[in-house]
């Protein structure tokens, strides 16, 4: 059985495919073509794992392309996304074209060639700052940014292929998740690069509260979605996260706490997000992974996020890690 997975060079791909080939699964990974023949993250795994992957090179933009990507696979999980929210602002229609149109390509070839299972990739972006806390599945979307937008369109159009053509979809739905590897982009690499480079960090708004996910936690909520054999999972959409939830400002507390450093905070106006953009909170209701996975975080809690933290911590704390970072004063 062959797993297809796109999105597989980066940070979450690349930690789903290490996890995925320890466990024996085959794997056919889908890196977005580029000039610099890079397997992204897939670079770091260790050599006994790249061995067993089979690399492809294409974009899920383009219906050639995805057709030889799919072709032999027995399932698919659609990783492959463009997720930085201020590049967002700048570049809708490239959201448009990979989270939507790609998606809906993936969709297509896979019903055409009778996919099993099609694991779609989700994020807790898509209902906007919390109106109700925990956040179940049954939350109001609410897109905040053209990011969210999209992935509300990526969601929907896997499950009308469920509703209308019974293509076996499930949409995993992560909350933030950290870890190795992660984008400089996302808020705790920001915090960790910047205080380990310098002793200031510039950074938006300290006051959002985010649910956090370590990587690891993640892959494994995934790779239970694949394993499960239960029909009634088709159709279904579930929440991944903690089900803890903590403040930008607290978060940067303990990292300073880890590190052994005082950490100067400098407000980044460029940072800070338009008002009605921002979402204020995010606190994952994960009872129907818990039910229906039977997955339960490792990381969880205050003691859950402090051992992740420092994990991540430690792999920044590698000069080679490091050196892929290069904490800019903005980086969109
Ligand atoms: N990181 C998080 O906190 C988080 C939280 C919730 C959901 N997610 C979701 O998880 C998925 C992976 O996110 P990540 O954090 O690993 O981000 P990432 O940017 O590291 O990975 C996204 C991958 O998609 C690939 N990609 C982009 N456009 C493509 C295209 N046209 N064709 C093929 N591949 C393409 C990129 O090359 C990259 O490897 C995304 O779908 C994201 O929405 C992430």
Known sequence: MKILVTGSEGFIGSHLVESMVRKGYKVRCLILYNSFNSNGWLEKLPKDIKKKVEYFYGDIRDRNSVIKAVKGCHKVVNLASLIAIPYSYEAPFSYIETNIV???????????????????????????????????????????????????????????????????????????????????????????????????????????????????????????????????????????????????????????????????????????????????????DNKKAKKILKWKPKYSGLKGLDHGLKKTIQWFGNEENLNYYNAKKYIL
Request: glycine fraction near 4%; aromatic fraction near 8%; charged fraction near 20%.
């Open 102 to 284: 790609g998606t809906t390509n993936l969709l297509q070839v896979s019903l055409e060639q009778k996919i099993k299972k099609f694991v779609q990739i989700s994020t807790s972006e898509v209902y906007g700052s919390a109106i109700k806390i925990p956040m179940s599945e049954n939350h109001p979307f609410n897109a905040q940014s053209p990011y969210a937008a999209t992935k509300i369109g990526a969601d929907q159009m896997a499950l009308s292929f469920h509703k209308s053509f019974n293509l076996p979809v499930v949409v995993i739905r992560p909350f933030n998740t950290f870890g190795p590897r992660q984008s400089e982009r996302a808020i705790i690499p920001t915090i960790i690069v910047q205080a380990m480079k310098k002793n200031s960090i510039n950074i938006g708004s300290i006051f959002p509260k985010r649910d956090f996910t370590y990587v690891s936690d993640t892959c494994e909520g995934i790779i239970k979605a694949l394993n499960i054999n239960n029909k009634n999972i088709f159709g279904q959409t579930i929440n991944l996260g903690s089900n803890y939830s903590i403040s930008i400002n607290q978060l940067i507390k303990k990292i300073s706490k880890i590190l052994k450093k005082r950490i100067i905070i400098k407000k980044d106006k460029k940072r800070i997000r338009p008002k009605k953009s921002e979402v204020d909170q995010l606190l994952c």
